[in-house]
């Protein structure tokens, strides 16, 4: 009785301040010799770990030594699965050398919860979140910050149900924001994922030349925000289309002068560089296509026009073979809200022989409009086998090659495009090449002079012989159609004091990381210390001259009124998957679906539920109903929805948006859906023929049936 009042009265000393305590299962992992772990150690390693595994069989383990985002060094990787059942499962990352544990972290897709008689509360969840740093992370959990207390990366699902901590790695009272250890407690009290980012080598000298009020000076004269078209936040309409539009803000890019050194009071940008003078966007040239139609083209007319592509711009073969299939492209902002465009359909075309007399496959992917926005050259098993290039050509070279290719393929809008010059540090040079089969050299997208953050092409170039081996520049099309003209009504410095008052200067640790956007390292990581704004994250919209907040947003879309609903799940993985919208924090689980809404969710679906055959109609011959005019917001919902056979075309007819569907008229819906794409599943919910009306949350469950069968 006295120990267990010992622990709880500990633990509780735990919530409000650092652990301090010694001993434990962590000096096990901390004490591993430093020559690399084998694999029986390692398992014996992760048996000792406090890791709910008792359920699950180990599958597989293996050792990784590509580089990736947080992870530089070799580490172990360790996969567990449900017995008899892989739906679900577990993953447990080791470092390779100290044996400390990096990831850990549980899924279970598609095993229903339920609702437990009795939830954890938030104090009692930290309880176990920091019990769990004690055995995992003693040494790391003694110089961390209190729970939430700086912003930090969270884009894991919205924790509707369960508790995450966030431990801000402190050291001597100064932050490093960069450095944490992250915990995840359900609602019943499991730890079901843990993430530990932490630098191991020496942190620079608490010794910085420049004072907090000088700082505060050369702040307002060296960090510069830039003026770009970002993607943060969505407009809702009634029908729950999502319309990203972008919007014209002042934030920080990669070239953006950002930081101040702590010791020699120069502006760095967010790789650790120096900037000594701005750095200026060059675009490839100054072309730009005359006018901006999008007009859906029929099957045979984008076969035309794949053909006339591939052979004025690469020289291959004017016959095409058969359409080799078609891919959907698929984007997110950093709230994880997907997006998807136009779908992209792949033509192969045989290049003429070369010196050797060889012919090579090349495919190119063309969007609805007619728009190349894909190339790729097809590549042996033998080659994609063995990237081992240990003379490679210099990246410099690479960058003037996949230029030259750009201006070659879009040779009307050279103004529109530029090239981001991030090369490669040497040592990842290697784990790029395994990775994607050569340089992969970056492009930006620009609006009247203006970049968009994020819409990236990309260029891949053999690192040997130097061709282009793939291109992709799909974002470009479909970012620039939904981008509408803003007006800038205040200035950068105007946009500074704006974020002055929700934001506070502070000495920091730092870490440069890689820029994993452009998918490679591009600066060794290796801590400075500098001055840098900290606090609530988010832009300043140029327009309206107001703070867009990051945090507040992310909360808005938490569906805060389904936690006890019997459906819970179902419309969580709704949320996910862009079915249902969340508006201020609600999703209205017993709202009465629209015929229009649920013609748009349909549509949604169908990307994993992709009917067999696609029937392109030409703007013009299409039938709509009366009441779906060329002005409504779901003609391009209901056109895709007639082109995939989810609908049929009627002459005469009111399709009624706005009325609310029934089960029985959801239903014949949703076999179309269902008989296309050879998705069979019995559902309780789909037997019901009655005219009631259909509620958001049965339609979620009906969903999550069909998505777990599929998946």
Request: hydrophobic share 35%; proline share 5%.
């Amino acid at each position: 009785m006295r120990k267990s009042l010992m622990l709880t009265i500990f633990l509780l000393i735990c919530m409000t301040g650092p652990i301090t305590s010694a001993g434990g299962a962590s000096h096990v992992l901390a004490n591993t010799s430093t020559s690399s772990l084998t694999k029986e150690q390692v398992i014996d390693l992760i048996s000792k770990l406090p890791l709910s595994l008792g359920d699950y069989e180990l599958d597989s383990i293996s050792r990784e030594d590509q580089l990736t985002y947080w992870k530089d060094k070799p580490y172990w990787s360790a996969y567990w699965s449900g017995k008899g059942d892989r739906s679900a499962g577990a993953v447990v990352e080791i470092d390779a050398t100290t044996g400390k544990l990096l990831t850990y972290y549980k899924y279970d897709y598609g095993v229903k919860k339920g609702i437990p008689e009795k939830q954890l509360s938030r104090d009692e969840a930290l309880m176990k979140a920091r019990a769990f740093l004690l055995a995992v992370a003693m040494e790391e959990a003694n110089r961390v910050s209190l729970p939430n207390q700086y912003p930090t990366g969270d884009y894991l699902k919205p924790h509707l149900t369960d508790h995450f901590f966030s431990f801000t790695r402190v050291e001597d009272g100064i932050p490093f924001l960069e450095n944490y250890l992250q915990v995840v407690v359900d609602r019943k009290g499991e730890i079901i994922r843990y993430e530990r980012v932490w630098h191991e080598g020496s942190l620079p000298s608490l010794n910085p030349v420049v004072t907090a009020e000088q700082a505060k000076n050369l702040w307002q004269k060296a960090v510069q925000p830039v003026l770009s078209y970002l993607y943060a936040g969505e407009q809702i309409n009634t029908y729950g289309l999502k319309e990203q539009a972008a919007v014209l803000a002042y934030h920080y890019d990669e070239k953006a002068p950002v930081l101040l050194d702590a010791v020699t009071g120069k502006a760095l940008n967010i790789l650790g560089e120096t900037l000594d003078h701005s750095y200026k966007i060059m675009p490839l040239g100054s072309s730009t296509p005359s006018k901006n139609e999008y007009k859906k083209l029929t099957e045979i007319k984008l076969r035309e026009k794949a053909d006339t592509l591939a052979f004025s711009i690469f020289g291959a073969e004017k016959e095409s073979r058969d359409v080799i299939g078609s891919t959907v492209f698929m984007s997110s902002n950093q709230f994880g809200e997907g997006d998807s465009g136009p779908s992209t359909r792949l033509f192969g075309y045989m290049l003429p022989p070369d010196e050797k007399g060889e012919e090579k496959l090349i495919r190119i992917g063309l969007d609805p409009y007619g728009t190349l926005t894909s190339y790729e050259v097809e590549t042996d098993d033998e080659e994609l086998e063995n990237r081992d290039y240990p003379n490679p050509i210099p990246w410099e070279k690479a960058q003037t090659i996949a230029n030259d290719f750009m201006k070659r393929v879009y040779s009307d809008r050279l103004g529109e495009m530029y090239p981001i010059p991030l090369p490669p540090i040497e040592k990842s040079k290697a784990s790029m090449f395994q990775r994607t089969g050569g340089y992969e050299l970056t492009y930006g997208l620009l609006i009247a002079g203006i970049p968009v953050e994020n819409a990236i092409a990309s260029v891949t170039v053999h690192p040997v012989t130097g061709e282009v081996i793939k291109m992709n520049a799909d974002i470009f099309h479909h970012v620039k159609q939904k981008t509408k003209k803003q007006a800038v009504n205040i200035t950068a410095q105007e946009a500074k004091q704006v974020e002055e008052n929700h934001r506070e200067l502070r000495l920091t640790y730092y870490l440069p990381h890689p820029e994993w956007i452009h998918g490679t390292y591009l600066v060794e990581p290796e801590p400075k210390l500098v001055y840098r704004m900290v606090g609530d994250e988010g832009y300043v919209d140029a327009e309206t001259g107001k703070w867009f907040s990051y945090t507040e947003y992310r909360d808005s879309k938490i569906p805060r009124d389904i936690a006890e609903h019997p459906h819970w799940e179902a419309m969580l993985h709704a949320v996910e998957r862009g079915y249902l919208t969340v508006v201020d924090s609600k999703l209205n689980p017993e709202q009465v679906v629209t015929r229009g809404e649920f013609l748009r969710i349909l549509v949604k679906a169908s990307i994993y539920h992709r009917p067999s055959e696609t029937f392109h109609v030409e703007e013009g011959e299409t039938t709509f109903f009366l009441d779906i005019d060329e002005s409504h917001p779901l003609r391009e919902t209901m056109k895709e929805a007639m082109e995939i056979g989810l609908q049929a075309e009627h002459e005469n007819e009111i399709f009624e948006p706005d009325r609310n569907i029934t089960k029985k008229e959801a239903i014949e819906m949703l076999k179309l859906l269902i008989e296309s794409s050879e998705t069979k599943v019995p559902n309780k919910e789909m037997s019901l023929q009655e005219d009631a009306p259909l509620t958001r949350a049965q339609l979620a469950s009906i969903l999550y049936s069909l998505d777990l069968h599929v998946d």
